[in-house]
């Protein structure tokens, strides 16, 4: 018997396509074909901390949204924690136990990352595993996260839960990408952002003071309703249309500073209509939390980054 690699089942030795998922074995060989030209790699097969940290976050947000509307429907105060914890609690045992039942073999949070979990035998999960091994996540949390932390020392990477049940919670097989390309570190870009971003409130700052300078010094007093209608409309401008026109240009301001730039994934020059619509995504970005993303993808990709096709690279300016 031996494991298929996309769908996880286990199968006759004898056989080189498996029955359920089609997968051929002598595509296998291509992982790791090594030449001058490509080399391909397999990717670390057993998830770690960040992977499952991120994806943990990611199902933790959507079940207390989850949580919160049903609160709000049964009009229960969800400061009431004797009864919204609970309420959560049971969401995010059942819906992450039916869930690793699916094809995605996993949560949410580890469809969008890429983790899948299986049994001991590297199959899937039956519905009365997937239910103990979320029941004891309880565990993880009654030790303080220690239980948790267990996937960062046990060597194919299990958490207190995993261990108690025999799960693996295992990444997809993927080739290497060959090219070189320098992705802009994590800490880069937050700095650029925020660079940005405080540049953009003093820039608001200013033009707010344009109707109270008008009316300090009565000037054009019957039109000041029409001032301050203007001065919005330059702060909505400067809010929204910074950032794209800069990067479609010269870069912004923070990316000068941090030397990062921002392309398509193909290397062009990105198009001032698909960087407005990166702009109009951050605030998505922030409030399902797909800025972790860049965490855990190989180009560092935030969830903005990959619905625009677009990237980030380092050491760009010259």
């Known amino acids: 018997m031996r494991g298929c690699p996309k769908c996880g089942r286990m199968i006759d030795l004898n056989l080189q396509v498996c029955p359920y998922c089609h997968f051929e074995f002598e595509k296998l060989n291509d992982f790791f074909i090594k030449s ?3 080399q391909f790699i397999e990717d670390e097969k057993y998830a770690g901390l960040v992977k499952r940290t991120v994806a943990g976050l990611i199902d933790i947000y959507i079940i207390t949204l989850i949580t919160f509307i049903i609160c709000y429907t049964l009009k229960i105060s969800i400061k009431d924690y004797i009864i919204s914890i609970p309420i959560f609690s049971f969401l995010y045992i059942l819906i992450n136990s039916i869930l690793e039942r ?3 073999r996993g949560s949410l949070g580890k469809k ?8 001991k035998n590297e199959n899937p999960e039956t519905f009365g595993i997937a239910f103990f091994r979320n029941l004891a996540k309880i565990l993880n949390v009654l030790t303080l996260g220690i239980g948790f932390l267990m996937c960062t020392v046990t060597k194919k990477r299990q958490a207190l839960n995993d261990i108690i049940v025999n799960t693996y919670v295992i990444g997809n097989l993927k080739m290497a990408d060959p090219d070189e390309t320098d992705y802009a570190k994590i800490y880069k870009r937050l700095l650029s952002f925020i660079i940005d971003l405080g540049l953009i409130v003093i820039l608001n700052y200013l033009i707010s003071l344009i109707p109270h300078y008008t009316e300090r010094y009565n000037v054009v007093t019957d039109y000041q309703y029409i001032i301050e209608d203007i001065t919005i409309l330059l702060s909505l401008i400067v809010t929204i249309f910074y950032m794209p026109f800069m990067q479609s ?6 990316e000068k500073i941090t030397k990062i730039k921002v392309i398509k994934i193909n290397g062009n020059k990105p198009g001032i209509f698909r960087l407005l619509i990166r702009m109009i995504l951050i605030p998505i970005d922030i409030i399902t939390l797909g800025f972790l993303l860049c965490l855990v993808t190989r180009k560092h990709q935030t969830l903005k980054d990959i619905l625009t096709k677009t990237i980030v690279v380092d050491k760009y300016w010259k």
Request: proline content about 0%; charged content about 25%; cysteine-free.
């Open 36 to 38: 001058k030209e490509n």
């Open 102 to 104: 699916t094809s995605w």
């Open 112 to 119: 969008i990352i890429g983790i899948k979990v299986f049994d």
């Open 249 to 254: 240009r010269y870069g912004t301001i923070g």
